[in-house]
């Protein structure tokens, strides 16, 4: 399971971005980082914390915001509220 | 599962002329961030061929140089597996056996795979092998996807190489090749493919050239996804440890792919064959090009068992396990 949070931190850490400049709302349309080549790195960092159960949803190839990853997660069950 | 009585005896290689490092591409796209790309692609110089050159012609260089350890009167088959055809037809295979001089009784045909391309060819050269239609196989290797790929494309561009690879497979008195375990998922081909030029877009091009399109991740999704089972199903299959395999030699994709599977698989450092950093991905060529340098460097020696896995384009995919023995 991955809450909101943990999902952002990931992101933000394979951006290589501070902490905070990532929220909610971000996506590869409004943040220069998030390019396909960085967009593998955040799936290598998912797939290493939910210890492999990340590479078995393709969805999340084209998962290219901080809500489509959470929505993934939602719809196979691993997200979490806490 | 089936071992073949055949073994690899001899590979060489050619890459395209033109030698192409991470500033030219910088020079290219002025925006690009080229140390984050190299550090995540593995590449630091790629090796494009001129324009007046195709993947035929990088095919003989290789095959000419095979020709310095056996007659080629003595090359019975012809595999030549290539993306990067001369010409929708007739087969460039049967274009190479000319160019080559090789007699007319020679088998020659093409095999339209990418990166899976060479563990294919291997398991059909030494099927041929094992059933007596062939003794000595030359499986040639070669495309020049540079030709596919736009200058500014950020995701293909600082990854592929031209090149190819003529690799002999001959009898063995032991069972040095096998057993394989191969897949498809053409749900995928999308995901890496030359939409234009041929029949689906009634032959028109953008531009006036095919294009290759890659879609990075979910090739990658693909690939974490789907090579660690099929790597651990082989291995299940040939009653094989993990631990007894002596190199594990894949497809040099790139850098962040192979780091996963790596990971994924939970393989030392010094049992993973890394070199494509001054080679680049040279599609089906990737593995004889690396298994070449893995015995030039002594990373493998006799006796060593290796497990080799393409995975790519299609979606397509293979793994098998060979014992290595000495070249010619």
């Known amino acids: 399971m991955i809450n909101d949070a943990k999902v952002i931190e990931i992101i933000s850490d394979a951006l290589k971005l501070e902490k905070g400049s990532v929220s909610m709302n971000s996506s590869s349309q409004n943040t220069e980082e998030w390019d396909s080549l960085a967009h593998l790195s955040i799936l290598v960092a998912l797939d290493r914390y939910l210890e492999g159960r990340a590479s078995k949803l393709t969805n999340l190839a084209t998962a290219t915001s901080v809500k489509a990853i959470l929505e993934v997660f939602a719809k196979h069950g691993l997200r979490s509220d806490d | ?328």
């Open chain 2, 1 to 328: 599962m089936i071992k073949f009585s055949a073994k690899i005896q001899a590979i060489e290689y050619c890459l395209g002329e033109i030698k192409e490092d991470n500033l030219l591409l910088k020079r290219d796209n002025p925006d690009w961030r080229m140390d984050d790309i190299e550090s995540k692609t593995g590449v630091s110089q790629r090796w494009i061929c001129k324009d007046s050159t195709t993947a035929v012609d990088l095919a003989c260089k290789a095959c000419e140089e095979i020709f310095n350890k056996i007659s080629k009167d003595k090359i019975d088959t012809l595999i030549l597996v290539t993306q990067s055809a001369d010409y929708f037809l007739p087969t460039s295979a049967c274009i190479l056996q000319d160019r080559l001089s090789l007699s007319k009784s020679t088998k020659c045909f093409d095999i339209n795979l990418g990166c899976s391309g060479f563990v294919y060819g291997l398991s059909i050269a030494s099927s041929f092998i094992e059933s007596g239609l062939g003794s000595n196989v030359l499986l040639v290797c070669a495309d020049t996807y540079s030709k596919y790929i736009d200058k500014h494309d950020r995701t293909n561009r600082p990854i592929f190489s031209d090149a190819a690879s003529a690799t002999l497979v001959v009898k063995s008195n032991q069972q040095d090749i096998g057993p394989f375990l191969m897949g498809t998922d053409g749900s995928g081909y999308n995901h890496l493919i030359v939409e234009n030029g041929a029949s689906k877009s009634k032959y028109s091009c953008v531009d006036g050239r095919p294009k290759l399109h890659m879609n990075g991740s979910s090739v990658f999704m693909f690939t974490i996804s789907e090579i660690p089972h099929n790597i651990n199903q082989l291995l299940k299959e040939a009653n094989t440890k993990k631990e007894d395999v002596g190199m594990y030699i894949f497809h040099q994709a790139s850098k962040i792919v192979l780091d996963s599977l790596k990971e994924n698989l939970n393989i030392e450092n010094n049992k993973f064959f890394y070199n494509s950093k001054y080679i680049g991905n040279t599609v089906s060529s990737s593995i004889p090009i690396a298994l070449k340098e893995a015995s030039n460097t002594s990373a493998i020696s006799e006796g060593d068992l290796i497990l080799i896995s393409g995975f790519g384009v299609g979606l397509s995919w293979g793994s098998c396990l060979l014992n290595w023995r000495e070249f010619l």
